[in-house]
Nanobody, 121 residues
Framework: QVQLVESGGGSVQSGGSLRLSCAVS????????MAWFRQAPGKEREGLVS???????LYAGAVQGRFTISRDNAKNTLYLQMNSLKPEDTAMYYC???????????????WGQGTQVTVSS
């Protein structure tokens, strides 16, 4: 059973940066297809970026050039570096994992509990 624990959310002003972490247990990052999603109140869950076992990365247009996904294999942790944050980035952010390459589709088997990001103007 894979367990995912996000951290690093908070409140920042527009233009600021945050780095989210997702600690993985029950399997290794390199054995999993993983992704970051977000969900704002009243909106559907949105896929932001995914990373495959071979490190192929797929970014959604809304975050391309501002967000960067990475992983630390030694710490078995996934990261999301978020720069140039905008008020519309305000949402609950989730990491997800599976043995299937769902990429930006919200069909992953395992999810974290989420971490809140709030961006003020």
């Amino acid at each position: 059973q894979v367990q995912l624990v996000e951290s690093g959310g908070g409140s920042v002003q527009s233009g600021g940066s945050l780095r989210l972490s997702c600690a993985v247990s029950g399997d290794t990052c390199t054995n999993l297809y993983m992704a970051w999603f977000r969900q704002a109140p009243g909106k559907e869950r949105e896929g932001l970026v995914s990373i495959d076992r071979d490190s192929f990365r797929l970014y959604a247009g809304a975050v391309q050039g501002r967000f960067t996904i990475s992983r630390d294999n030694a710490k078995n942790t996934l990261y999301l570096q978020m720069n140039s944050l905008k008020p519309e980035d305000t949402a609950m952010y989730y990491c997800a994992a599976d043995l299937i390459a769902w990429r930006l589709l919200p069909n992953y088997k395992d999810w974290g509990q989420g971490t809140q990001v709030t961006v003020s103007s």
